[in-house]
């Protein structure tokens, strides 16, 4: 079963005190809402964390997904990354990649680029993308690539491996803009709900 890593770990500064990841989707908490869908399609979820106490513990514990702490989460995503792709094993051929504040993406949108690997198995990435062909997430690493999270940095979002990889790259397009639509202050949540009708 493929292992689906959720990054959880980023402090949401730009929310101005309230925590986008605990914001109501779909009538749960943001979160919640991603691990559901990822337990959907895999047994094995995991979810990058801050150091504890934190709410986003008491969350995860709701769900049989494994909580991994990122301690030095504050220097930003490289960490969580090189914390959360730590945690394979020899045993995993493939890992998904999935941020946890994507409040459209779908568990049909993970199975599509699962799908991928079968139908273009020459490629060592498959990228959920925008209709426009913008790439996002989720994204799957074949195992070849893990070593190089050991090497992450800072804020480097992995960037530079996807790079790397070329034309090794296939890119997954996902219906509208759900692959990249991510919402960092309250004006974000704000609009998106007035698109939704949510009040």
């Known amino acids: 079963m493929m292992p689906i ?6 402090a949401a500064s730009r929310m101005r005190g309230t925590d986008k990841l605990m914001q109501d989707v779909d009538s749960q908490p943001l979160l919640a809402r991603q691990i559901q869908i990822a337990q959907a399609v895999s047994t094995d979820v995991r979810v990058a964390l801050p150091p ?8 995860v514990a709701q769900t049989t997904a494994h909580p991994v702490t990122v301690k030095d989460a504050a220097q930003g995503m490289g960490a969580s990354l090189r914390t959360i792709f730590a945690t394979l094993g020899p045993q995993d051929t493939h890992a998904m990649l999935l941020l946890g504040d994507l409040p459209d993406i779908t568990e049909n949108d993970l199975r599509q680029v699962q799908q991928a690997i079968r139908t273009h198995p020459d490629a060592l990435i498959w990228r959920g993308a925008t209709e426009d062909g913008r790439g996002g997430h989720p994204i799957i690493f074949e195992r070849t690539l893990f070593p190089a999270f050991a090497k992450l940095l800072g804020d480097d979002g992995g960037r530079d491996i996807v790079k790397q990889a070329g034309n090794k790259v296939h890119l997954v ?3 509208g803009t759900r692959a990249r639509l991510d919402l960092d202050t309250p004006e974000d949540w704000a609009a998106w709900r007035a698109t939704r009708h949510i009040t």
């Open 5 to 10: 890593l959720i990054l959880a770990a980023g």
């Open 52 to 59: 504890p106490p934190h709410l986003r513990y008491d969350l």
């Open 173 to 175: 397009p996902l219906p």
